[in-house]
């Protein structure tokens, strides 16, 4: 019994337990009961030196910091295996996997920020829009005064340009490339990505538009005038410069033609013709106007339409 009672100190030392030490009385003589008591006295002084020992070479053991750590794999080498799979291969993700292992072997090092933006170059080429855009949102923050932040950014606003869906879909993307491309434009205008992110965005822009004209489209063919005229509306004070809006000033004519606004309709039919006067959409615009007893020349400047114009600084009639 003083074997068992012995094991089960001992376990509980080593599990980090209090010790509880147990003196088995036993029947036998007092000289017995002597013997009993200095075995447990030097149980006890043996087992109690056990957790000021094991327990401090265990920690010490597991936060001890390895200076003379290096990584598995060299730097260098990592990077130039993900340019090879880059160029030569073609295999643009295993790429992107080898430039990510040498950022999280060599965190912050030179290695490091130069494989960061071959990451997100790498997802690109891939496809892989949301990968590149975490990889080049990553390297913008930790590297904003780099020469090759303009290129990051770059890539951010063309992952999501990239992903524009066609007028008839959500258009959320397009509104996100405009306002990433947008910071290209801002903060880096003489760089050799500001012209191309431009045009992008002048795109992008395109594309809000067009969703806005089918939508109308729909109110008018509806015959709800109103929904219609709010859709035309954000074309012509927010989208001026696209190809949407000689239509959408055409658009407008019509739908106040149907409501009796006769005021509005030559003064949208007017503005189309001082701005675009050898458009279809014009001559569409006044015949309708005409037709409805307008005159498709006259404008009234306090008009929304004839504003929103003269703010851009495209030309309106002297007619008031």
């Known amino acids: 019994m003083g074997l068992r009672c012995a094991d089960v100190a001992a376990r509980g030392c080593r599990d980090g337990a209090q010790i509880t030490l147990m003196i088995l009385r036993l029947p036998g003589s007092a000289r017995s009961a002597g013997r009993s008591r200095a075995l447990a006295s030097c149980l006890a002084a043996a087992l109690i030196s056990i957790p000021l ?5 265990g920690c010490s053991s597991l936060f001890q910091k390895d200076d003379d750590y290096v990584p598995e794999n060299p730097a260098d080498m990592l990077y130039n295996e993900g340019l090879y799979l880059l160029n030569t291969k073609q295999d643009y993700k295993e790429a992107a996997k080898k430039f990510d292992e040498v950022d999280r072997e060599n965190p912050y090092s030179e290695w490091a920020r130069k494989s960061l933006l071959m990451s997100a170059y790498a997802y690109y080429q891939a496809e892989m ?4 855009v975490n990889s080049a949102k990553r390297y913008v923050t930790l590297h904003p005064g780099s020469g090759d932040a303009a290129y990051a950014q770059y890539l951010i606003g063309s992952s999501y340009y990239d992903q524009i869906l066609d007028v008839s879909r959500d258009q959320a993307r397009a509104d996100k490339a405009i306002d990433a491309l947008q910071e290209v434009v ?13 045009k992008k965005i002048a795109a992008a822009r395109d594309q809000l538009a067009g969703k806005e004209m089918v939508v109308g489209r729909f109110y008018l063919n509806k015959r709800d005038f109103i929904g219609a005229i709010n859709r035309f509306k954000v074309v012509v004070t927010q989208y001026q410069t696209t190809r949407h809006v000689e239509e959408a000033l055409m658009r407008l004519s019509e739908a106040y033609v149907a409501l ?5 309709a030559q003064t949208a039919a007017a503005v189309l013709g001082h701005n675009f006067p050898d458009s279809n959409w014009y001559k569409d615009a006044y015949r309708l106007v005409k037709t409805a007893g307008g005159e498709p020349t006259t404008e009234n400047k306090g008009s929304w339409i004839s504003r929103a114009f003269q703010k851009l600084g495209l030309a309106t009639s002297q007619s008031g």
Do not use: H, V
Not at 129 to 132: G, I, K, L, Q
Not at 186 to 198: D, F, H, L
Not at 260 to 264: A, F, M, R, V
């Open 53 to 57: 020992t094991l327990p401090l070479m």
């Open 260 to 264: 009796g606004i006769i005021d509005e």
């Open 129 to 132: 829009y949301d990968e590149c």
């Open 186 to 198: 801002r903060k880096y205008p003489n760089s050799e990505y500001a012209i191309s992110a431009q």
